[in-house]
């Protein structure tokens, strides 16, 4: 427990007067200590004295008070305590010291003002846990064990709340500081003890009702317990009222059942007719002798059903005199003819007394149907049923309650009356609602109008207020009294009280909600570990790209700069500078299609779309297939013809195809096999394959009976520059070259392959329902009769070299060249006025404006005037435009014959739209 001396000076805040009294005494003490500390030893430390003075203010006078004492302790120090030094060292001392001790003064203070209201909250809560224990119906004690050695000997109270003391037996003034086998010698302390020892062996918590013997009286005492730590905490309440209470209210169910039972037999064993209406006339219920009468089921006489017994010449003069009856909640009496079972009218004499409510509103009638003689001894019988009948649901725990069949509330039990302190006719009609919390009003209004529509049963939980202003949680049900056309006439309900289970509910929500939390912690601390261990998967795999393209460029640099080399050395050996200029062309060559298959890796390369027929693309390459599986290798296609066409560009596709059919090749080696490649249409749910959306795909599978491939292998296939394949034998970018054009285009990969039993591919190429594009047939090439001497060309590069040898190689083909470094200049060039025939330029370029830019502010400007771009590698900047550009491209590297038919292509295509 906190000590007092620590309430006091921690709520000291709440007098300012007095606390801010304190922080100025505190930092008059240490100003006193400092200076104590002067006269006993040379030159003491300045600051120390004051920091006891800071934590002392904080904790009296909260933050406001600690910086107080900080403000007058830096004040104290530089009056009184800094030493005298020359001015130019003044900053550097005596200034640095003030600070650091002003900043190390509001660090404690922070420090001490978090310690304060840690006290504060302490003294809270002891005051509120001793205001709850001095006030608690339930006893509650905590108790420690007393062992001899390791053995528990007994227990002790080591603390008892009021409740407990009050159930002391009679001279003991007290429990805490007690032992249990001393308070209660003989069995009733063994039993204790026999408990207390339980409990401390199993943890609890537990419940128990036992029976005690206290003061020579037997009592009942509901009890439950826990361990924490090595004590135990132990409630408990004398339950003997309760379950007096709970047998005598048994007992009266019992009657009630006996009553109503014996009302049943005596109005069936009767010889008169009874009956039951409610308050709108309609009969409720007849006993035996009125069905022996009518010769008909009770089902046919509920409601009105009965008055089709009654004589026409009665029914108005019975309707009137039974509807003045209720209009004034009157007894009825009347003498009318009623058909017999036999045919024959026989007059009865009846006689209805009202069923009325304790608040006198009619409920019904109950009637009897008899000859002179009987009329006061049935009527009698029939009263007392009735009386018998409120008794019993005036003895339920529940709180009743009935309604009419429009849903108005003409009854309330005298439970309802007592819980809530209010009037019964403050709370009929539709005035129980008031008592209703306001949040849970207008849903419970709604449950009850659906209810008595028909269309919902009545099941609700709402809070009703007590008479002391508590809200508790309580469960309404109702259910309806039908006729035989299942049309209700009388609603019943009742509201228990299910606080408890309500408030151990939202515990056990809160419970969950906190595991559901951790549980969603834990698997965020998981993706952030795989995302790490994917980073740095791919972090190997760059490195792994970048070696192999440094290795494979290293190789073709050899071959070119070596080449170049030894031509500048003896530019004379014209056979020599030819072989050497081939060779490096070659390796050029080489470069640029290493190149390609890594721009198709990274998914980047320049895709021109069409919508494709898949099948009939393969028809076409399928010749070039078979000559690249070779001769020893039997190849079939199988084509569903309902397999439709997929957007991608055809050229792409038919090099990726062809590198799977002769990795095939290789996998199957020099011996015969078999190479299958099936088309077909499929859908794909979401999540059966990775990178691949739930839709309809064109799947295009490539078999080989080959020898297979380890899980090993099959985990690092689509990596660049790995390969199986012998040195020399491969580059190991063929399935990255085929995964990158797949996934450039919405699709996915994926293979299926054993060791030993061949290796299955499979493109899934996403679905299209527009109409494919017509593939050409092979024709002869033509070329153009178009000459580019003369021609006058804006070519427009950023690059300084490359810019000097396209303009080189436009001048060799006799074209007249004006070459600008980017898109501005370009455009101010064509602002000027000068003509020009054609339009050449890099996609890629500085300053903000690409070559695709260029081209459309060109368009824009020129209809008429052709354009040819040139790119090594687009980017992102190729992305949409591509769809809908039409100007052709040319891709770098390329050779003068190349430069030339692309020139000369773009011009004849001029010359005929002109």
Known sequence: MIGRWAQRFATAIERPAAAYGLVVAAVAAAVGVRLLAGLLIADPPAFMAFFPAVLFATLVAGGRGGLLAVALSVVAVVAFFLPHIPAHRLWATQHVQVAMFAAT?????????????????????????????????????????????????????????????????????????RRVLSVFPGDAGQLIFERYLDLHARGGPDLLETQRVIDGQERWVRTSGVRVRNSLAVTFRDITEERQAAEAVRAAEAEARRSRDEFEHIANATPVMIWMSDASTRCTWVNQRWLDFSGREMAAELGVGWMDRLHPDDKATWRANYGESIAHSDPFHAQYRLLRHDGEYRWIEGFAAPRLDEQGELIGYISSAVDINDRKSAEEALRVGAGRMRALMETLPQMMWANRADGYCDYLSTQWLAYTGVRAEDHLGFGWLDAIHPEDRDDCRRAWEQAVAGTLPFDVEYRIRRHDGVWRWFQGRAAAVRDGEGRATRWFGSSSDITEIVEARRDLETRVAERTRE????????????????????????????????????????????????????????????????????????????????????????????????????????????????????????????????????????????????NAADAIGAGAGRIEIAVDRTTLRDGEVGGAAAGDYVRVAVSDSGAGMSPEVLKRVFEPFFTTKEVGKGTGLGLAQVYGFVTQCGGAVTIDSQVGQGATVTLLLPAVEAPPTVIATAEPQTFSAVSTEGAKVLLVEDDVAVRAVAEGLLIELGCEVQAEPDAPSALRRLAE?????????????????????????????????????????????????AAAADWPILRKPFRAEQLGAALRKVLDWTSETA
């Open 105 to 177: 003064c509001v660090i404690m203070v922070a420090m001490a003002r978090a310690l304060r209201a840690g006290i504060l909250h302490g003294v809270t809560a002891e005051e509120r846990f001793r205001a709850a224990q001095e006030r608690a119906l339930d006893a509650f004690v905590i108790v420690d064990a007393v062992r001899t050695g390791d053995r528990i000997v007994d227990f002790v109270w080591s603390y008892a709340n009021p409740a407990a003391d009050r159930m002391a037996p009679a001279g003991i003034d007290g429990l805490t500081g």
């Open 833 to 881: 006025g000068g003509r020009f025939d054609v339009l050449i330029s890099d996609i890629v370029m500085p300053g903000g404006m690409s070559g695709l830019d260029l081209a459309q502010a060109a368009r824009q400007a020129r209809p008429e005037l052709p354009i040819l771009l040139t790119t090594g590698y687009a980017g992102e900047q190729w992305g949409a435009a």
């Open 519 to 662: 549980l969603q912690e834990s698997l965020e601390e998981r993706e952030r570990a795989e995302a790490a261990l994917a980073q740095a998967q791919r972090l190997e795999t760059v490195g792994r790209l970048t070696g192999g393209v440094a290795h494979d460029f290293n190789n073709l640099l050899t071959v070119v700069i070596g080449g170049l080399d030894m031509m500048l050395r003896t530019p004379n050996d014209a056979a020599r500078v030819t072989r050497l200029g081939e060779a490096a062309l070659a390796a050029g060559r080489r470069g640029e299609r290493l190149t390609r298959q890594l721009l198709a890796f990274s998914r980047r390369q320049e895709l021109k779309l069409d919508v494709m027929d898949v099948g009939a693309l393969i028809a076409q390459v399928e010749p070039l297939v078979r000559r690249a599986a070779g001769e020893a290798i039997e190849l079939s296609v199988r084509t569903d013809p309902a397999t439709g066409a997929s957007r991608l560009d055809g050229a792409q596709f038919e090099a990726a195809l062809l590198n799977l059919v002769v």
